[in-house]
Structures are given as C-alpha cells and as structure tokens.
C-alpha cells in the first residue's frame, strides 16, 4: 500500500508558438511532494517523522493550443515536457510500532529523471489575460538507502507520481 501524495508547488512556464497550434517551450518548478515507500520495504519499520521532500525541476518539450470558438477566447492545450529534478537531502529515522530505531531512510540530492504530461482549458478575459485550469500527470525518479542498524544498506529506486490539478493566471504576449 502507499500513502496518497499531496503537496504543492509552484512553476513558471513559457512557450513560443512557431505555429498557430505548436510550440516549444519548458517550465522551471518547485514543489513539496509526500515520500512515497512500499509498506514492508522498511524492514517492517515506519518512519518517525515523515517529510515531504523539496524539489526543484527543469523541463523543456512540446506545447499544443487549439481554439475552441470563433471569438478565440476558449483554448484547449496539451504539453509534453521531460528534463531533470533535483531534492534536497533528508535523512529519517525509521522505528519499529514500539518505538525501537531500526535504521535510516536518506534521500540523496542526485538529479534525476522527470516528465509531465499535461491538459488545460483557458479562457481569454482579456487582450493579454488569460486563466487556465490544468491537470499535469508527473513522473520523477528518486534515489533513497534504507541503512538498518544491522545488516547491509538497501537502495531504492523510488518512483513518484503525483496528479497536479490548479489554477493559472496567464499572460500572453501576442
């Protein structure tokens, strides 16, 4: 079983449209996501103090705009981005349900893998305005070691994927 991730985060996004319909551009991000682990990959243990990890990502990829009406205040768009992340270091102690330390969970600050797939609907309030809702699916790879206070470290390649789903207030320059 996993735990639901949730967190936030914040990005900034920009992309030039060669096309009426295709563009490049990328985005720079932060956000705060749940450390997501299999339950029994611990040894039995869970962990103390459970944080969220810090990371900071650079993507760069493809966007997509179709209008959806004549008076082309309603857009459609789609992006497809991929770069790398970066968390920050964080070591948790991981204890058995007595309280009993077992070892340690570190989170390396090694750049890893990411991607985003994403959907919007935009509506144009103004020349220049524009509010988008979005669902971004996002991929990243982590690196953590569970190190048991006895036996062998083990190393995890871990896996997060959280939904993002907000708001955003757009400024077009067109």
Do not use: C
Not at 47 to 60: C, E, F, M, R, Y
Not at 78 to 100: I, M, R
């Amino acid at each position: 079983d996993k735990v639901a991730p949730s967190g936030v985060g914040f990005n900034i996004e920009g992309a030039w449209f060669f096309t009426p319909n295709i563009g490049v551009g990328g985005q720079a991000k932060v956000g705060r996501y749940a450390d997501l682990m299999e339950k029994g990959a611990l040894g039995g243990g869970h962990i103390t103090d459970p944080k969220p990890l810090n990371s900071l990502a650079v993507q760069g990829g493809l966007f997509y705009n179709l209008t959806l009406d004549s008076d082309e205040r309603w857009h459609l768009g789609a992006k497809a981005l991929a770069g790398v992340a970066k968390n920050h270091y964080q070591k948790n102690e991981v204890v058995d349900n007595e309280g009993t330390l077992l070892g340690h969970l570190e989170h390396s600050p090694i750049e890893h893998l990411t991607a985003t797939l994403g959907l919007s609907l935009r509506y144009v309030a103004a020349d220049n305005l524009g509010v988008r809702l979005f669902v971004d699916y996002n991929w990243m790879r982590t690196g953590a070691t569970y190190t048991p206070t006895t036996g062998s470290p083990k190393n995890f390649a871990a896996y997060r994927t959280p939904l993002s789903v907000g708001i955003a207030f757009d400024a077009m320059l067109w």
